[in-house]
C-alpha cells in the first residue's frame, strides 16, 4: 500500500534549499505513519463490514490481468494528458503499477 505525494516539478524546483530539505526529510516517515495507521484503521472498519455481509474480495491473477486489460487504454490516455502537461505519465504510472505488485 503506498499513499503517493505528488507535485509539479516547477513547483518543487522553485522551493528554496531548506523547503526542499524539510519535504524531502517528510516522505518516509509520512509513509511509516501511513503504513502503521492503515492497519488500525482496517482492524476498526472491519467488523462493521462483517455486520453489514460486506466481504473483502481477493482476485486471481488472471481477474487482475483482465482488468489491467480493459484499464490499458484509459492508462495510456491518461499518460498522454499527463505528459502533454509536462508531468512523467508514464514513469508515475509505471511506479504505481510496481507499487500495487509489491
Request: proline share 6%; charged share 25%; glycine share 6%.
Amino acid at each position: 500500500m503506498q499513499c503517493p505525494v505528488v507535485m509539479s516539478t516547477d513547483a518543487y524546483a522553485a522551493l528554496p534549499d531548506d523547503l526542499k530539505k524539510i519535504f524531502d526529510d517528510s516522505i518516509q516517515p509520512s509513509i511509516d505513519h501511513y503504513i502503521a495507521n492503515y492497519g488500525k484503521v482496517y482492524d476498526r472498519w472491519w467488523p462493521t463490514l462483517e455486520e453489514n455481509n460486506i466481504a473483502q474480495v481477493k482476485f486471481s491473477d488472471e481477474g487482475l490481468a483482465g482488468f489491467k486489460a480493459k484499464a490499458a487504454p484509459i492508462w495510456d490516455e491518461w499518460v498522454k494528458k499527463v505528459d502533454a502537461q509536462g508531468i512523467p505519465g508514464q514513469d508515475l504510472l509505471d511506479m504505481m503499477l510496481a507499487e500495487i505488485k509489491g
